[in-house]
């Protein structure tokens, strides 16, 4: 790969890709990548004759948004803002392959198959087009230590396997969009103790920075 990688989000995806690349002659169930892998499906309704049109897609990362206007929200804020129904704008109009009209469709993503290690992105840098000054949300957001994902799976595929998770990392981001430093607060396998990584440094954390979290690792409950 010969590509520029900008913030932790985008790293972690070149390298998962990058694993994926390196892996792909090796066995389905030994791959680091395939850990991190989910389902989602995207569900457009046509307004005028109800027609519904699916698509599924493969991905190792989710980047939620947040909302701009809060000061203070939650992670599940987040999901069911990500998953709920939304109608497209006028810009952004769909052709319906039953009634042929070009309408604005109601569109809603839901997931299908949640993977053994959920990597969520909290969508802080925003990037406004057309004008090339971007921001950093600084949102203080409530961070489940055990998630439930059953809310927000297809409802035929919500029974067939575990969809609880347990908080085992997070990516924190201090500073600004232009100069920030990152820090990563994990936690022991065997202790349970949670420890911050700042460069060389590592110290046991009493309590996590909510304020400053960018990326989460939750591991499914087995």
Not at 27 to 40: L, P
Not at 92 to 100: I, P, T
Request: proline letters at 4%; hydrophobic letters at 30%; glycine letters at 2%.
């Amino acid at each position: 790969y010969q590509r520029r990688v900008h913030g932790s989000h985008e790293f972690l995806r070149s390298l998962l890709d990058w694993l994926e690349d390196d892996t792909k002659d090796i066995r389905h169930e030994v791959s680091i990548a395939n850990n991190f892998h989910f389902n989602t499906r995207s569900q457009l309704i046509c307004t005028y004759c109800c027609n519904i049109t699916q698509s599924f897609e493969t991905s190792s990362t989710l980047e939620l948004p947040l909302p701009s206007t809060n000061q203070k929200t939650s992670l599940l804020d987040c999901l069911d803002l990500f998953t709920s129904e939304e109608v497209l704008d006028s810009s952004n109009r769909f052709k319906c392959s039953r009634c042929f009209n070009s309408v604005q469709a109601c569109k809603q993503i839901r997931f299908v198959t949640c993977p053994k290690i959920l990597a969520l992105s909290l969508k802080r840098f925003l990037h406004t087009s057309p004008s090339p000054l971007s921001h950093k949300l600084n949102t203080t957001v409530d961070i489940p230590k055990l998630l439930d994902m059953t809310p927000y799976i297809v409802e035929k595929t919500a029974d067939k396997s575990s969809n609880k998770f347990e908080l085992v990392a997070i990516v924190n981001h201090t500073g600004s969009i232009n100069q920030g430093h990152y820090t990563a607060d994990v936690k022991g396998k065997t202790d349970q103790l949670w420890f911050r990584f700042s460069d060389e440094s590592v110290k046991a954390t009493p309590q996590l920075d909510y304020n400053s979290a960018y990326l989460l690792f939750y591991h499914k409950i087995q």
